[in-house]
């Protein structure tokens, strides 16, 4: 990305939807420059925009103007809506192209944003592990992703940093370590809140509502996913949403998140979006 100073506003607006302070902005702005395209898919896939997102990811995958490390990062993207939806096995091969993109070997590219892609393939991968059920293949991805971060600034990998985290909260969820996710979930938490993005830090929070699930009170990974549920809402972040009204279904009898499940996944479908259930 160019210097802040010499941003346009386009692409300012474009930061702040699809890693900032206003992750419901719409309509977003056009643009033909490719990382900004990205952003653009982004952005609308974290609305729930599932049949535009993947409208700007095909003509990056496909066009052949894009440099290797965005095509690389529109691979990741394609692989994180169709996970949203429950598709982690055909998620993989998409993961496993933009890894391929960009290579595993830290010297091959030393641009940050080669190095946000190769971070953005490996933990994509140990996502899509995690929901085939092969933790330790996962922890494994996870790993090498770590080796990637370690050498670089946390500024600049501030968001890789999050994920990375976010993953490694999943696969102590599903290792039953609540203890473990919870650290997790709030490192990942107190980094997004730190970087101003409200879409990661309200994830961080889902997280965090979740780990909490392993606690004998209900009470407060309810009262925190209903406030997930509040905060999506109110920036539109539709899959989010959903997925924090899941989880408040399963920790209260309110009777709202069943409902508020049934219009979100309307919606989803609505805008493009396949469940795998």
């Excluded at 993961?95 to 290579?103: F, I, P, Q, S």
């Excluded at 980094?191 to 407060?220: C, F, N, Q, W, Y």
Aim: proline content about 3%; some cysteine.
């Amino acid at each position: 990305m160019p210097d802040s100073s010499l941003r346009s506003a386009a692409t300012n607006r474009l930061i702040r939807a699809a890693f900032g302070a206003d992750p419901g902005a719409s309509p977003l702005p056009d643009s033909d420059v490719p990382v900004e395209r990205w952003m653009r898919a982004v952005a609308w896939g974290a609305q729930g925009h599932y049949g535009r997102s993947r409208a700007e990811l095909d003509a990056l995958t496909r066009g052949g103007a894009a440099e290797p490390a965005v095509v690389s990062l529109a691979w990741s993207t394609r692989a994180s809506l169709l996970r949203q939806l429950g598709w982690h096995a055909v998620a993989s091969g998409f993961d496993g192209r933009a890894l391929a993109l960009v290579g595993t070997d830290p010297g091959a590219a030393f641009g940050v944003l080669a190095v946000q892609a190769r971070c953005d393939a490996l933990t994509g991968l140990a996502a899509d592990a995690l929901g085939c059920g092969r933790l330790a293949l996962g922890r494994r991805l996870l790993d090498r992703c770590a080796e990637h971060l370690d050498a670089h600034d946390l500024g600049a990998l501030w968001r890789q940093h999050v994920r990375r985290h976010w993953v490694s909260a999943e696969l102590f969820l599903a290792a039953g370590d609540f203890t473990a996710a919870r650290r997790h979930a709030e490192t990942a938490a107190e980094i997004s809140e730190a970087a101003g993005s409200v879409r990661h830090h309200v994830k961080s929070d889902l997280l965090r509502s979740a780990s909490m699930t392993g606690d004998s009170d209900s009470g407060p990974a309810a009262r925190l996913a209903a406030d997930v549920v509040d905060r999506c809402d109110r920036y539109g972040l539709i899959p989010l949403k959903w997925a924090a009204a899941m989880l408040l279904g399963g920790v209260t009898s309110d009777s709202r998140a069943e409902t508020v499940c049934k219009e979100c996944e309307a919606v989803i479908r609505a805008r493009g979006g396949h469940f795998r259930i």
